[in-house]
């Protein structure tokens, strides 16, 4: 499903990924782990198309998604792409709602239809009654939920979440992973997620450490 060969990567001469390759598969969990400034991030962000590479390739279904035009590159990446980060990143002066069904409005959908979508997801969450409220008015984990739902809204082929429990309590980190567990099972959606909880890494498919630019052997 996702291919990722041979990616470098440099910032004003420091070099930050030295030739990383991977695979995802449908359905599938990676958890990417390794020390700070390993290059986690930046990975995660060229698999998003948020970065592009030096050199190497970003494969959707055979679909090089850095030989597309701009254009072409966000609108994949807005039907293709869901994303969920370590502080929600919701926009304080929408509701939960609104939040959740911006990126299909963007998509061009309809607002009754894409505001019907975002409540089927909102109620999968369990978050019904904090449909109307702003994300100030949520609690850290339900904040996170929401993201979840938002990232969900137009049926990407993959979720990519960078520490997205980072921000959260023992007992919401708990909660945020199984609902990953939950919508791959539910839904069929991979999941490549950045992450230091070892917990998390270890009930995931695949770890994948990261260590100065290079997948550790």
């Known amino acids: 499903m996702l291919t990722v060969r041979d990616i470098t ?18 359905a599938e969990i990676v958890a990417i782990v390794g020390p700070s400034g390993a290059g986690k991030t930046t990975l995660l962000q060229i698999i ?12 959707y279904d055979s679909t090089d998604i850095f030989a597309m035009k701009p254009s072409q590159l966000a609108e994949f ?29 963007i998509g061009g ?4 239809s894409a505001e019907g ?28 939920r929401a993201a979840v739902a938002r990232a969900l809204i137009n049926n990407p082929k993959v979720i990519l979440a960078d520490e997205p429990s980072g921000s959260l309590d023992s007992a919401n980190r708990a909660e945020l992973h199984k609902l990953f567990f939950d919508l791959r099972r539910d ?19 695949r770890t994948i450490r990261i260590v100065d630019g290079r997948i550790a052997q």
């Open 117 to 144: 979508r975002a409540r089927e997801l909102i109620n999968y969450m369990g978050l019904a009654d904090r449909a109307e409220h702003r994300p100030a008015q949520l609690s850290g984990g339900e904040r996170q």
């Open 187 to 205: 839904r069929g959606q991979s999941f490549v997620i950045v992450t230091h909880d070892d917990s998390l890494a270890e009930q995931a498919d």
């Open 9 to 26: 990567k440099s910032y004003e001469g420091l070099q930050i990924l030295r030739g990383v390759s991977l695979e995802v598969a449908p």
């Open 48 to 59: 998003g198309s948020l970065e592009r590479p030096d050199g190497g390739t970003v494969s």
């Open 109 to 112: 959908e309809s607002k009754a």
């Open 77 to 105: 990446r807005n039907k293709n792409i869901g994303f969920v980060f370590q502080f929600h990143s919701l926009l304080p002066e929408f509701t939960l709602l609104e939040n959740v069904a911006l990126p299909a409005l």
